[in-house]
């Protein structure tokens, strides 16, 4: 279930935000992939608290205000009621976000 490990996912996001400080286009190329991994994993877990209700308030909080751009895009995007659909969802933005990324490599 998606709200049995949402606090780790809101731990693993602070975590991930605060060791990421550069961009895609600063690094070498393995290290932009690496670096547009963790902007899948931190896209994934924006759009965890989206479908899990997490208020785009508490969500800059959590990241202390940190891609405020990918926020919004999450909270732009429908939430679902059932399971399924919060899966969906959440691959969809985590595949958009890491798809955008690594153009920019």
Known sequence: KIKESNKMKKLLLTLLL?????TATELTKDEGIKFCEDVSEMSGLVMVMRQEDVTITEALVITKGAFKELIMDAYDTPKYSTDEFKKLSINEFRNKWH?????NI
């Open 18 to 22: 605060a060791t990421t400080s550069v």
């Open 99 to 103: 798809l955008a990324c690594l153009k």
